[in-house]
Nanobody
Framework: QVQLVESGGGSVQAGGSLRLSCAASGRTLSSYAMGWFRQAPGKERELVAGINQIGGSTYYKDSVKGRFTISRDNAKNTVYLQMNSLQPEDTAVYYC?????????????????WGQGTQVTVSS
């Protein structure tokens, strides 16, 4: 069983930055793809950024390209999401997720383990 704990959420003004962290325990995740999803009220959960098992391949939702950066430290069993130039439309609960496969997938059903979520609120 894998446990994921996110941290780093909070409230910022537009243009600000936050860095989310997701620490995993229970299993070494170096062989698995990981993703950051978000869900705003009344909207579906969507993949914001993903990274394959060795970090050589990444995916970003179009609206966050150039602003968000996903990275992983397999030695620490941790994945990060650096979020810069935050906008009010980035407001959501952010979840990290692990997929028992090496390749990034965009659908939430493809991921096997989830964190509890961390709230990100961006004010204008």
């Amino acid at each position: 069983q894998v446990q994921l704990v996110e941290s780093g959420g909070g409230s910022v003004q537009a243009g600000g930055s936050l860095r989310l962290s997701c620490a995993a325990s229970g299993r070494t995740l170096s062989s698995y793809a990981m993703g950051w999803f978000r869900q705003a009220p009344g909207k579906e959960r969507e993949l914001v950024a993903g990274i394959n098992q060795i970090g050589g391949s990444t995916y970003y939702k179009d609206s966050v390209k150039g602003r968000f950066t996903i990275s992983r430290d397999n030695a620490k069993n941790t994945v990060y999401l650096q979020m810069n130039s935050l906008q009010p439309e980035d407001t959501a609960v952010y979840y990290c997720a692990v997929r028992e496969g090496a390749v990034i997938r965009s659908t939430s059903s493809a991921y096997d383990y989830w964190g509890q979520g961390t709230q990100v609120t961006v004010s204008s």
